[in-house]
């Protein structure tokens, strides 16, 4: 398995505190940033743009980790990518088929940047399988997506199981990540189960971030 990677949600950072909570990432041993962008019409809340995003990159040397819950993902990640994104990731559930989903993985890595698929709880991973090749990662949500601070659904850790198996037998370097509840406790089952990165929103930034984090790893 990869290195183990954790990327804390700027979801959850208090923004009143913006520049201190930034520092303490630096402190940290957090390598990635994760932005949920939501569009109000995907899931039933909306985050930010990509002047957010842009903000960050000034502020931060972390890898610009950009999870896209939007009903148009071609025309959002465009966006992103030009405000500095490394990593799109979109829902297979916004793509009309597995082909546009292709389609769209290779669009995004035509322009230099890491692509991946997020999946909801209630969508099968079995569509993506044959294509791990096509993904840089495979994010799995462990809750219903469009809100913070949501339960750790562990029956998700199955769909983990499955992708780590095909990965280590094709011998791919696709991460795989998850997204939702992730604590302590469901940081090691997640990584017992075969993730190798971590989305963690407030967890990491409702108590010392730097001991949270170390906590993860």
């Not at 809750?143 to 992708?163: C, N, S």
């Not at 094709?170 to 089952?189: F, V």
Request: charged share 25%; proline share 3%.
């Amino acid at each position: 398995m990869q290195e183990l990677i954790i990327s804390p949600s700027v979801l959850s950072l208090d923004y009143s505190d913006m520049n201190g909570q930034i520092e303490e990432l630096r402190k940290s041993k957090a390598k990635w940033l994760h932005f949920d962008v939501m569009d109000g019409h995907f899931v039933p809340n909306l985050t930010f743009g990509p002047d957010l995003l842009k903000g960050f990159k000034k502020a931060s040397e972390l890898f610009m980790d950009v999870h896209l819950m939007v009903s148009d993902p071609a025309t959002v990640s465009k966006w992103f990518i030009d405000a500095g994104a490394d990593l799109i990731t979109f829902h297979l559930e916004t793509c009309e088929n597995i082909e546009a989903c292709l389609a769209l993985c290779k669009e995004i890595r035509s322009r230099q940047v890491k692509v991946g698929v997020s999946v909801k709880p209630n969508t099968s991973i079995n569509e993506l399988l044959p294509h791990l090749d096509h993904m840089d990662l495979v994010l799995i949500m462990s809750v219903e997506p469009g809100f913070g601070g949501q339960a750790f659904m562990a029956d998700m850790l199955d769909k983990v199981k499955v992708l780590r198996h095909e990965i280590e037998q094709r011998q791919l370097t696709t991460r795989i990540q998850i997204d939702g509840g992730i604590n302590e406790e469901t940081g090691k089952q997640a990584i017992a189960a075969g993730c190798d990165t971590l989305v963690a929103g407030s967890y990491v930034f409702r108590r010392d971030i730097v001991k949270a984090i170390d906590s993860l790893l």
